[in-house]
């Protein structure tokens, strides 16, 4: 390969000739650590963890610079050192102008917005990150769309709180909802969402087990953007949940409501702060099929397309089952909204 530096000694292949031999990872070569989901999760240490190879906390860079860090240190507010007057003050989410900034200079890495970092991570291990060790993991297929693609895996004891993460995968090994599985691989946070990241090893042990009853929820408080980083959010983080009466507040393609829909960057409807899943109403790629809607106690927060692709879409192309020709708009109401709590690496507008 070629020999280059850029802050760090790299060697890179020119191409695939460029490596030969080795042989692929097993759980047993990589020494994996065989625990439960709920070891993994963790509530106890805000900005950092309890990881037994640490522990680890959140790095400076990536907190606002009135808020500590788990060791007690201040924040730089999104600089590699303090300075003064900068915009990012609260929490390890920044304000969208500070993420677009961070953005636009090449800075913004996936290390931001952790909340409660899992145990077996590092969240300043490298510029984004990193798991400290392999772990392997049983539990049952809560969510999948494709039976290759990323997929909700919970505890198999399927607590009432939390012990559900998500997946992240590419993989020939065909799952489907319900199957109870071992898995070995990294855990990673992206953006604050607790996740597993490209298993080296996953098991079939039995197909078709079951999976866990969605929880059922009508008080939405620790979703708003005002309650910001708070341990009752973070333990139904991966779960499956039902909400239950809410009423729509905003719809993706009109964001201030004025009448006049549009997804231009420049507009005032533009959705690039929020970071949402991309959508196909009418078989057209889109970026606005998200909703912010309100419980009955008036808590509001953000329902998105999602990972599989397809939980809002219909709305905004007005042909959901027994609903042709309704498009979605403020006011309308809903009996119960079924889908998983996630954690986008977008940012609410402040205006």
């Known amino acids: 390969g070629v020999v280059t530096y850029d802050g760090t000694w ?3 292949p020119r191409d695939k000739f460029d490596v030969a031999g080795g042989e692929s990872k097993t759980p047993a070569s990589v020494g994996a650590v065989d625990v439960n989901i709920m070891q993994i999760l963790q509530t106890s240490v805000k ?20 808020t500590k860090n788990s060791k007690g240190e201040l924040g730089y507010g999104g600089y590699a050192l303090p300075q003064s007057g900068a915009a990012w003050t609260e929490g390890s989410c920044p304000p969208y102008e500070v993420l677009d900034w961070l953005d636009d200079s090449g800075n913004k890495t996936q290390n931001l917005c952790s909340c409660y970092p899992p145990n077996f991570y590092d969240p300043d291990g490298g510029p984004n990150g990193a798991g400290t060790k392999y772990v392997t993991v049983k539990g049952v297929i809560q969510g999948i769309a494709n039976s290759k ?8 004891s399927c607590p009432s709180t939390g012990g559900c993460m ?13 199957d109870y599985v071992s ?4 855990v990673y946070a992206y953006y604050g969402l607790n996740q597993f990241s490209y298993p080296i090893d996953i098991t079939v042990l039995k197909s078709g087990k079951g999976k866990c009853q969605p929880q059922t929820l009508d008080d939405m408080s620790m979703l708003t953007y005002e309650a910001g980083c708070n341990a009752d ?26 009448g006049i829909t549009g997804e231009d ?14 959508c196909y109403p009418g078989g057209e790629k889109k970026y606005h099929c998200v909703l912010e809607v309100e419980d009955v106690r008036g808590n509001k927060f953000l329902v998105d397309d999602g990972t599989f692709g397809d939980g809002t879409e ?7 089952s027994g609903y042709q020709g309704k498009y979605v708009a403020i006011g309308d109401t809903f009996d119960s909204l079924n889908g998983f709590v996630d954690q986008r690496r977008g940012s609410h507008a402040t205006g």
């Open 233 to 258: 959010a973070e333990q139904i983080e991966g779960t499956e949940v039902t909400l239950e009466c809410v009423k729509v507040t905003m719809v993706g393609n009109d964001l201030d409501s004025d």
């Open 265 to 278: 960057d420049k507009s005032d409807d533009s959705t690039n702060h929020l970071q949402v899943h991309s």
């Open 166 to 178: 998500f997946t992240y995968r590419r993989s020939d090994t065909e799952l489907t909802e319900g």
């Open 183 to 186: 898995m070995t691989a990294k």
């Open 149 to 156: 693609g990323p997929f909700y895996i919970c505890d198999e």
């Open 314 to 320: 219909c709305f905004f192309a007005g042909d959901c």
């Open 47 to 66: 900005y950092g963890n309890s990881d037994a190879g640490g522990p680890f906390s959140v790095p400076k860079r990536v907190m606002g610079t009135a």
């Open 10 to 12: 790299d060697l890179i």
